[in-house]
């Protein structure tokens, strides 16, 4: 969902319930904070209306969640020039998704038609009936591919859920608790977006302060930059970067928004890291669940599993042996002491005579 957001694609939900296929994708959008209440121009690609009239914030309260939101630039409009939001397509409405104009769209439809034309209407397919997902657009799968990061984040976003996860209540987690409702995942993508946000104006300041020798006094003076910092747009991805780029949402957000907005929310990855032997050992055993792999491979799981712990324990062991190393050097020490000081009584024996007493 993530690399979804903002970039030029057009999105096919099929399913044969209407209700809950408009529901999915209510859904699915409803996780841009603020999205829902600005929709006025999603039921044409002509309709700009929130682009033309839309006034940048000029002021701020960070710690009021309805002013922080807008100055970070969201909710980002991903239904302005050019794109359209149908929950329930018609087929007399195809001609519009196949029109020069439409560059990008999220669309319903229970018709089976579409599926048989799946490859000129959708870039992305969600079959709801068959729970998949198909990215019918090879030239799309850069952008959308998930980083080490997005990958991590979204294990611990979807872990979280299945573990709280009440079937027989699903509006609220079996631990009555925080964690895995949906206040949480949905502050997960707020977080998530503001991080992106924020990272996004950082990669530019880079940019623009590495190609422009002459402001490198202002470019070092900068709070939060550091000599050969790393690009924190890395975690992300740079290509989905490179698509947003050529959208009127991204040249919305661009003008609209403050150059430095990462003064305000830290450039950084929600999970940003590097990969470690918990993420390797959760991403096999996830995939070994999902392809049903338990029974035919337990042994070479377990075995697995062995070896990453081992690789885990390495430093740990590392640390103990030179531990180890040190105090049998120390007692090894103490011995020769104790046996240069048995030999030297044994040369040297005590004097025992005593003088005779005067008569």
């Not at 969902?1 to 409803?30: A, D, K, T, V, Y």
């Not at 949402?249 to 003008?255: N, P, V």
């Amino acid at each position: 969902m993530p690399m979804m957001i903002g970039i030029s694609i057009s999105m096919l939900f099929f399913g044969s319930r209407c209700e809950r296929l408009c529901m999915m994708q209510f859904s699915l959008i409803s996780l841009i904070p603020g999205l829902l209440s600005r929709l006025e121009d999603c039921a044409d690609p002509d309709f700009d209306s929130y682009g033309k009239t839309f006034v940048p914030p000029t002021s701020l309260k960070t710690s009021e969640r309805s002013s922080l939101l807008p100055y970070m630039g969201l909710p980002i409009q991903i239904f302005g020039k050019g794109s359209l939001f149908g929950p329930y397509t018609p087929l007399q409405q195809l001609d519009v998704l196949a029109d020069h104009g439409t560059r990008s769209y999220i669309v319903g439809s229970t018709n089976s038609l579409l599926l048989q034309q799946k490859d000129r209407y959708s870039d992305i397919l969600i079959n709801l009936d068959e729970s998949s997902i198909a990215i019918t657009s090879p030239s799309l799968r850069s952008a959308l591919a998930l980083s080490a990061a997005d990958r991590r984040w979204i294990d611990f976003l979807t872990q979280t859920v299945v573990s709280t996860w009440d079937p027989l209540n699903p509006s609220r987690p079996n631990t009555l608790a925080y964690m895995g409702s949906e206040e949480f995942i949905r502050l997960q993508f707020e977080e998530y977006l503001l991080a992106l946000l924020a990272s996004v104006k950082y990669h530019l300041y880079l940019t623009t302060h590495r190609t422009a020798p002459q402001q490198q006094s202002i470019h070092h003076h900068h709070p939060h930059h550091r000599h050969n910092d790393p690009d924190p747009i890395t975690d992300f991805n740079l290509d989905w970067l490179s698509a947003w780029q050529t959208t009127s949402s991204y040249a919305l957000f661009d003008a609209t928004t403050d150059p430095h907005l990462f003064d305000i929310v830290e450039p950084r990855h929600p999970t940003a890291g590097n990969l470690s032997i918990e993420d390797i050992q959760r991403r096999i055993t996830q995939q070994i669940q999902t392809l049903h792999l338990d029974d035919r491979f337990a042994s070479t799981k377990e075995n697995l599993n062995k070896t990453l712990a081992t690789g885990q324990k390495k430093v740990s062991t590392a640390v103990g042996n030179l531990w180890n190393d040190i105090e049998a050097f120390r007692e090894a020490q103490r011995r020769r002491a104790a046996a240069a000081a048995d030999n030297e009584t044994s040369d040297n024996p005590p004097d025992t005579t005593t003088e005779a007493a005067p008569t």
